[in-house]
């Protein structure tokens, strides 16, 4: 019998103590159901040769990333329903210093929360002017910058009447495509926080907030788009928490 909200909101309660020095939460996490059969359970395996990991790794694709790219609302011949919404910010490493040239993709549910793929068969209607994946690669100050549209919750079937936070996937890459980071950003103020285990996982409060984006009145576009700004930060005690191992 799949749990109610109130049991994983005990184990969540349970579990809200920060690992000292942790940077990162567990990767096993009881209150996220699938990371107790997901998570790696054995030691790191040392590559004799990491090149060999950039021959099977992802590559840009067929054509070289332009700017229509980082718009998902021009995709399509017709215009996508919802909230239009700028998303910018910088990737930095742990010094502050800006990370340029950096391959970022997101790719995120439509405003009714469903994503465009086989396997979510939410009965949320689909959006045909709406693919939901873009991205863009970083410029000299280590900014990126998407215009999209707000994505809506979703429920997802970790527990009785489970709910996800509105949120975008964020993929980065390094100086190598071994070096990918995974995470989500979510916006400011939505009540489903308190409810969302892949979000309590990030037990330390300070690092859970790196992962809300702030909503920005000088990024909004009049009568176009609403603005949020969102940095990542890739190493360090201030890093952005990712979905690494998960």
């Given at each position: 019998?799949?749990?109610t909200?109130?049991?994983i909101?005990a184990?969540?309660?349970?579990?809200?103590?920060?690992?000292?020095?942790?940077?990162?939460p567990?990767?096993?996490?009881?209150?996220?159901?699938?990371?107790?059969?997901?998570?790696?359970?054995?030691?790191?395996?040392?590559?004799?040769?990491?090149d060999a990991?950039?021959?099977?790794?992802?590559?840009?694709?067929?054509?070289?990333?332009?700017?229509?790219?980082?718009?998902?609302?021009?995709?399509?011949?017709?215009?996508?329903?919802?909230e239009?919404i700028?998303?910018?910010?910088?990737v930095?490493?742990?010094?502050g210093?800006?990370?340029?040239?950096q391959l970022?993709?997101?790719?995120?549910?439509?405003?009714?929360?469903?994503?465009?793929?086989?396997?979510?068969q939410?009965?949320?209607p689909l959006?045909?002017n709406?693919?939901?994946?873009?991205?863009?690669l970083?410029d000299?100050?280590g900014?990126?910058?998407?215009?999209?549209?707000?994505?809506?919750?979703?429920?997802?079937?970790?527990?009785t009447n489970?709910?996800r936070?509105?949120?975008?996937?964020?993929s980065?890459?390094?100086?190598?495509?071994?070096?990918?980071?995974v995470?989500q950003?979510?916006?400011?103020?939505?009540?489903?926080?308190?409810?969302?285990?892949?979000?309590?996982?990030?037990?330390?409060?300070a690092?859970?907030?790196?992962?809300?984006?702030?909503?920005?009145?000088?990024?909004?576009v009049?009568?176009?788009?609403?603005?949020?700004?969102?940095?990542?930060?890739?190493?360090?005690?201030?890093?952005?928490?990712?979905?690494?191992?998960?």
């Amino acid at each position: 019998m799949s749990p109610t909200q109130q049991e994983i909101s005990a184990e969540i309660a349970a579990q809200a103590a920060p690992t000292s020095g942790a940077l990162h939460p567990e990767r096993r996490y009881p209150p996220y159901r699938s990371s107790l059969l997901r998570h790696p359970s054995q030691p790191v395996v040392a590559l004799e040769d990491p090149d060999a990991v950039e021959l099977s790794g992802p590559v840009f694709g067929v054509t070289d990333v332009t700017e229509l790219d980082a718009d998902l609302t021009r995709q399509h011949h017709g215009e996508p329903l919802g909230e239009r919404i700028t998303v910018t910010g910088r990737v930095l490493d742990r010094n502050g210093r800006p990370v340029r040239g950096q391959l970022v993709e997101i790719w995120q549910a439509n405003a009714s929360g469903r994503y465009a793929h086989q396997r979510d068969q939410h009965p949320a209607p689909l959006d045909p002017n709406f693919t939901g994946v873009g991205r863009c690669l970083t410029d000299d100050e280590g900014g990126y910058a998407f215009t999209t549209i707000k994505p809506g919750a979703y429920p997802w079937r970790n527990h009785t009447n489970a709910w996800r936070p509105a949120h975008i996937h964020f993929s980065l890459f390094g100086t190598a495509f071994a070096q990918r980071l995974v995470t989500q950003m979510y916006f400011p103020g939505d009540p489903l926080f308190a409810y969302d285990p892949i979000l309590r996982s990030v037990t330390d409060d300070a690092a859970r907030q790196r992962l809300v984006a702030a909503y920005d009145h000088e990024l909004s576009v009049p009568e176009w788009s609403l603005g949020y700004r969102w940095d990542v930060v890739l190493d360090g005690p201030a890093a952005t928490w990712t979905e690494e191992g998960r």
